[in-house]
């Protein structure tokens, strides 16, 4: 089956935790801190492969969660950080954050990569916090808390050429003759329910990526037939073979619904350079009818329409020498920007008061979420450096001028904690 269009879940490594612990050795009585760091959790990263052409193997694997970094340990040792997590997408994979609609990049490059979810840094162990002062540290940081993202992939096939036109126009016919693609072909409309993707070799030193496209009817923009689902692959590619079903009624009506659809579709897509060919001229009834089809054609200013047949292999290296030709002067498909650096689009020192419903104060925040789910509740030492983040971001003052009172409870993240002045 062919897959275009997947949702799916990604989260990254939480940092492994660092820890609170001091020397211990025969004869020597203050060793000191000696906590060690945690490890880095693994990032989730998608690459393209240029192997894969569609989206399938999302449809049996929907979460893709990489491995926490390991805890720290006594003597300084640092624990071991996560491997990345490595997903293979298709080439021409676009990649929306599904809850906010951004598009994060377009992936069309073999290779490319675009890092989805960072892994949490380890969080230090107390060796880090010793000062002249303070050279009994009980204070530490759990490691960062994994990020989580539901993504929506989108696949557009990169090819040079897209064959159109009306259900049973010849187009899986073509493709087969030309290529060592094996499309279904049979004698019915929308024979052809998914793209197909072939290439076609002109000569030892040049190729023709083609992509045979599901019919269209009038309205397909609109979701009538197989509706516009397969439309989106049009847009990558650079020309167009047009295909005219030589037993049709009106072969010149049916081309000029084809442009109205993909117009409405995608005004981009009536620029594209066009090569018209009449097809099934092996049939007598088909080669009557062609000087009559060519001269309403050109008076509708198509220069040199084709006739051809995929079963007699008539002009076929023609058609396509016309296409490549056409390639070289078209202009590049546009692409969306190129793996941008995600960023939060918040700032992550901003932060929120509210109340819940049960009287509760609420702070949120990136950076005091964060803070809050890497302290270690049970260490005085790190509850205090808690309360150092809280004043250092104006959490406390703006607590204080919004109303709290010794003795109510302020929910940070997944924690409630008591206010005291």
Known sequence: MFVDEVSIYVR??????????????????????????????????????????NLTPFRYQSRYIAEDGKNGGPNNMTGRSAPDL???VPPGTLVYDEDSGELMADLVEPG???????GGRGGRGNQHFATARHQVPRTAEKGEPAEERR?????????????VGVPNAGKSSLLAAVTNAKPK?????????EPNLGVAELDPDTTLVLADIPGLIEG????????????????????????????????VGEYSQINSELALFDTALADKPQVVAFTKMDLPDVQERWPEIKKQLEARGIEEPLAISSAAHINLDQLLWRAYQALQT??????????PVYRPSEDPRQFSISRDPDGTWRVSGISIERAAAMT??????????????????????????????????????????????
């Open 12 to 53: 990254s490594g939480k940092g492994g935790d660092g820890m609170v612990h001091f020397h211990r050795e025969k004869y020597v009585p203050r060793g000191g801190p000696d906590g060690g760091d945690g490890g880095r959790g693994g990032d989730v990263i998608l690459q393209v492969d240029p192997k894969m052409n």
């Open 86 to 88: 490595v997903v293979r």
């Open 112 to 118: 490319q990569q675009l890092l989805v979810a960072k």
């Open 151 to 163: 993504l929506r992939l989108e696949l557009k096939l990169i090819a040079d050429v897209g064959i």
């Open 185 to 193: 072909i049979a004698d019915y409309p929308f024979t052809t329910l």
């Open 220 to 251: 397909a923009h609109m979701g009538v037939g197989l509706g516009d689902s397969f439309l989106r692959h049009i847009q990558r590619t650079r020309v167009l073979i047009h295909l005219l079903d030589g037993l049709s009624d009106d072969p």
């Open 330 to 339: 078209a202009p590049e498909p546009e692409v969306a920007e190129k793996v």
């Open 376 to 421: 270690y509740w049970e260490h005085s030492g790190s509850v205090r450096r808690f309360q150092r983040i809280m004043e250092t971001l104006g959490i406390d003052e703006a607590l204080r001028q919004a109303g709290v009172e010794d003795g109510d409870y302020v929910r940070i993240g997944d924690f409630e904690l008591e206010w005291q002045e």
